[in-house]
Antibody, heavy 116, light 110 residues
Framework: EVQLVQSGAEVKKPGESLKISCKAS????????IGWVRQMPGKGLEWVGI????????RYSPSFQGQVTISADKSITTAYLQWSSLKASDTAMYYC?????????WGQGTLVTVSS | QSALTQPASVSGSPGQSITISCTGT?????????VSWYQQYPGKAPKLMIF???KRPSGVSDRFSGSKSGNTASLTISGLQAEDEADYYC??????????FGGGTKLTVL
């Protein structure tokens, strides 16, 4: 069974750094893109970006380019989304998703709350 | 990049059929057959319902169907059931090698 298990909820202050993770299992991690989708409270889905773990090729939404970094560690089949300096506007649920020409499956989500 | 355009809400009675539209441009929906649809219940992760415009993943009811005409894709749910009440999102590949979602549609089963 293909599974994506994300790290737990985080509460951070503005300006702090953060790295959340997504552990993949049940498939060849290096043969599919894996990515992140943001959902702000009460709002819709926003595509953040994707990475191809085999060669670390990465694509970002223009809205998120330079704001976050996506990475992956093939040895532990884990993808990451990180921020160097969080803002209150980064408060959202972040979903990890395996990607082909669609998004499936989805991780359970990681709630990131940024508040002073 | 602007989100794909979906109606904010649609409603229907049990047993009826409803259609949710998703409008983009020739640079996304109109240019590629990589349209997908997702169902999301409150507090839950989205679930893939349709991929490649009209294909259903294993386990998804055949009451769900997808289509595309020009720059507009559509999701049709026939034989509406109470359990179909959820938010629905479309997604599409774009000519910038990125992906876009629609703003989401809340389906209410009356």
């Amino acid at each position: 069974e293909v599974q994506l298990v994300q790290s737990g909820a985080e509460v951070k202050k503005p300006g702090e750094s953060l790295k959340i993770s997504c552990k993949a299992s049940g498939y060849d991690f290096t043969s599919y893109w894996i990515g992140w989708v943001r959902q702000m409270p009460g709002k819709g889905l926003e595509w953040v970006g994707i990475i191809y773990p085999r060669d670390s090729d990465t694509r970002y939404s223009p809205s998120f380019q330079g704001q976050v970094t996506i990475s992956a560690d093939k040895s532990i089949t884990t993808a990451y989304l990180q921020w160097s300096s969080l803002k209150a506007s980064d408060t959202a649920m972040y979903y990890c998703v395996r990607h082909y020409n669609w998004f499936d499956p989805w991780g359970q989500g990681t709630l990131v709350t940024v508040s002073s | 990049q602007s989100a794909l355009t979906q109606p904010a809400s649609v409603s229907g009675s049990p047993g009826q059929s409803i259609t949710i539209s998703c409008t983009g441009t020739s640079s996304d929906i109109g240019g590629y057959n990589y349209v997908s649809w997702y169902q999301q219940y409150p507090g839950k992760a989205p679930k893939l319902m349709i991929f490649d415009v009209s294909k259903r993943p294993s386990g998804v009811s055949d009451r769900f169907s997808g289509s595309k005409s020009g720059n507009t894709a559509s999701l049709t749910i026939s034989g509406l059931q109470a359990e179909d009440e959820a938010d629905y999102y479309c997604g599409s590949y774009t000519s910038s090698s990125t992906w876009l979602f629609g703003g989401g549609t809340k389906l209410t089963v009356l």
